[in-house]
């Protein structure tokens, strides 16, 4: 069955013509062995099911042969996904803002919110794993949707700054949500210039032509867009050049490793250029040490982000008096 397996996905290994077009697929297949002449028909179709997700799971285009550690895994998924969904019905999905800064004065600029989750039997669960089990299980819609309308309710605090939202790949794919985006946008009263959407490159990769349209219809509506974590995946000069982004994020491993690497900064400074030879400005994410910010500056970056200058609070934690004075200067938010 192996065997047979990897012949199926040697086989989708080229894309496949047909008329004009080009297609490139792929399979993910799950294998179970029937060990046990005890097990029905139906349990060794669900053990290949479980095998199959497994395979998606760990990269596509694979195959994966079940073992029983996989029903244990799914199982916590499941538990995870029904958490998950209770604690969004019951409004207990939290945000905290953390600041952008002027890179030369250290001013405010906007706020990025992130999305919290403190599960009552869990503690405190990272977004990198709520989000991708939203992802999974269709929850990222509404997810979504309480993040944009909470950060914009939020930032009617302080009018003067703008506001960062993520937005996941599976989001752009709802074509609903340009228009979800513009009802958010006049329920709570907000600019749409001050609105800035973070995305990061899955969904530009995989579905470049619809992206571009949905893109374009969010720059119509009057927010900007920015590709998130850049240097971390393939996002490449083509992408700066087809998609028009509005600001670009260097990816937190980039200047992580600024210091370290010796390599770090002559990519970091390559980087930079090339996007400010497209005319998109640079921020600088994951910014610990003045040292990494001296750089990030002088490679061109005009906005930066990161503990050195505040962590990720909650809204209430954000003052009026605080917004006003230049981050470097302010030991609140150190
Ligand atoms: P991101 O969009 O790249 O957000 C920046 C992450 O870096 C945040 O992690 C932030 O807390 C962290 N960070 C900020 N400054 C520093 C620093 O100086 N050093 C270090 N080591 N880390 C720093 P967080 O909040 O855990 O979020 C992780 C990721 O989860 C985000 O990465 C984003 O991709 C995703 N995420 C969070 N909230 C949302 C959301 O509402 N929707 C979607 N789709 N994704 C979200
Ligand atoms: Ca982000
Ligand atoms: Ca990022």
Known sequence: AQDLARLINKSFREPIQFANRCAAIGASIGIAVLDDPAISAEELVRRADVAMYHAKETGRGRSCLYVADMDAGRADQNQLEQELREALADGKIDLAFQPLVDARTGAIRGM?????????????????????TA????????????????????????????????????????????????????QTGTKPSRLTLEITEGYLVRQPERAKKVLAALRDVGVSVA??????????????????????KIDKSLVCALGRDPVAAGVLQATVALANAFNIPVTGEGVEHEEQAMLLRLAGCDELQGYLFGKPRAASEINRDSIALPLSVQPAFA
């Open 135 to 186: 992802e999974r299980s269709g929850l990222i819609e509404s997810l979504g949707l309480v993040v944009l309308k909470g950060a914009l309710t939020a930032s009617a605090a302080w009018p003067e700054l703008n506001i960062s939202v993520n937005v996941s790949p599976a989001q752009l794919r709802n074509p609903r949500f340009v228009e979800q985006v513009r009802a958010a946008l006049a």
């Open 227 to 248: 590709l998130d974590d850049f240097g971390a995946g393939y996002a490449s000069i083509g992408y700066l050049r087809q998609f028009h982004f509005d600001r670009l």
């Open 112 to 132: 990025e919110a992130l999305a919290r989750w403190k599960s009552p039997t869990r503690g405190v669960v990272s977004p990198e794993t709520f989000i991708a």
